[in-house]
């Protein structure tokens, strides 16, 4: 197994304790007009982690100064030795350059697994709220829910071909609100609220996981919080922030 390039990698997760790797890319695909998604090959099942999880890319480096990003892992294939990335690209930064334009065999520093929020396994369901960049995340795991169980989806996509649906175990019950963002800007609530207000929250006890842009993901907690939900059941996680590229820790700030 390849080392990775960069010492920095090395260091970077001998801080986080976590494996560094230099992964090859063996697929890219366009999946919609928003979505690229990314297979690579390399120490996959370790990487991977658990659903939830997400590996950091090193997409780019100006001379000394690395920029990494953090992307979801959407499945993971043991026997290939591979892991898929979906990879919301139609905006304009380093990580959605990469994935537009990476060629299979090119190889990429990786380190992993990250992420700190996996599957809730006493909930009865589980209530995935985000957009684009947040589908890969979401389906894994929901794809990991043990049947019977319930998984929602409220997801705001920004064209209808982001509308991709997975297949699941026949024994989980599945409801997907698809909100279309109709133009609106990316750290407008809107349309996240709405397809909430349309939802009932089932009665037993459930975990709702919001990955998505900074301030609409604030505004959801809010709304859920308002609904009944308990602070313990809500996971938040801000994948992008408007206005702003993500830092060197592949996070948007969370300066208010
Ligand atoms: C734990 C974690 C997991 C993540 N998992 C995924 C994942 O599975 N898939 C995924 O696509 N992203 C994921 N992200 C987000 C990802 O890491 C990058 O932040 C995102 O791809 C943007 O990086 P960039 O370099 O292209 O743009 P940046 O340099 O970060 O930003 C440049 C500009 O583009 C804007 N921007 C960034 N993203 C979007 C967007 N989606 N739509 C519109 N404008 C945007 C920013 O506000 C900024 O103005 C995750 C983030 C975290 C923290």
Same mark, same amino acid.
């Given at each position: 197994?390849?080392?990775?390039?960069?010492?920095?990698?090395?260091?970077?997760?001998?801080?986080?304790?976590?494996?560094?790797?230099?992964?090859?890319?063996?697929?890219?695909?366009?999946?919609?007009?928003?979505?690229?998604?990314?297979?690579?090959?390399?120490?996959?099942?370790?990487?991977?982690?658990?659903?939830?999880?997400?590996?950091?890319?090193?997409?780019?480096?100006?001379?000394?100064?690395?920029?990494?990003?953090?992307?979801?892992?959407?499945?993971?294939?043991?026997?290939?030795?591979?892991?898929?990335?979906?990879?919301?690209?139609?905006? =304009?930064? $380093?990580?959605?350059?990469?994935?537009? #334009?990476? @060629? +299979?065999?090119?190889? %990429?520093?990786?380190?992993?697994?990250?992420?700190?929020?996996?599957?809730?396994?006493?909930?009865?369901?589980?209530?995935?709220?985000?957009?684009?960049?947040?589908?890969?995340?979401?389906?894994?795991?929901?794809?990991?829910?043990?049947?019977?169980?319930?998984?929602?989806?409220?997801?705001?996509? =920004?064209? $209808?071909?982001?509308?991709?649906?997975? #297949?699941? @175990? +026949?024994?989980?019950? %599945?409801?997907?609100?698809?909100?279309?963002?109709?133009?609106?800007?990316?750290?407008?609530?809107?349309?996240?609220?709405?397809?909430?207000?349309?939802?009932?929250?089932?009665?037993?006890?459930?975990?709702?996981?919001?990955?998505?842009?900074?301030?609409?993901?604030?505004?959801?907690?809010?709304?859920?919080?308002?609904?009944?939900?308990?602070?313990?059941?809500?996971?938040?996680?801000?994948?992008?922030?408007?206005?702003?590229?993500?830092?060197?820790?592949?996070?948007?700030?969370?300066?208010?």
């Amino acid at each position: 197994m390849a080392d990775p390039q960069h010492q920095s990698t090395l260091d970077l997760a001998t801080r986080l304790k976590v494996l560094a790797r230099s992964c090859t890319v063996v697929a890219r695909r366009p999946l919609s007009s928003s979505l690229v998604e990314v297979v690579l090959r390399g120490d996959a099942s370790h990487l991977a982690g658990v659903p939830g999880n997400d590996v950091m890319l090193l997409v780019g480096a100006d001379g000394e100064s690395p920029t990494r990003r953090r992307y979801s892992v959407r499945s993971v294939d043991a026997t290939a030795d591979t892991f898929t990335l979906w990879i919301a690209a139609a905006h =304009d930064g $380093p990580g959605g350059r990469w994935a537009r #334009t990476v @060629d +299979e065999g090119d190889v %990429v520093d990786v380190v992993g697994p990250r992420g700190k929020i996996p599957l809730d396994e006493v909930a009865d369901w589980h209530l995935f709220i985000g957009d684009v960049p947040s589908m890969g995340a979401f389906f894994r795991m929901a794809q990991s829910i043990d049947v019977p169980g319930r998984a929602i989806f409220i997801l705001e996509l =920004d064209d $209808p071909t982001d509308a991709l649906t997975p #297949t699941f @175990d +026949e024994a989980l019950g %599945v409801t997907a609100i698809f909100v279309d963002r109709d133009g609106r800007a990316h750290d407008d609530p809107t349309g996240l609220l709405g397809g909430l207000a349309a939802f009932t929250l089932p009665p037993d006890e459930g975990h709702a996981y919001l990955f998505g842009e900074f301030h609409v993901m604030r505004a959801v907690k809010t709304a859920l919080l308002d609904r009944g939900l308990r602070s313990e059941q809500i996971s938040l996680k801000a994948y992008y922030r408007i206005g702003q590229a993500n830092g060197a820790n592949g996070e948007p700030s969370k300066d208010v």
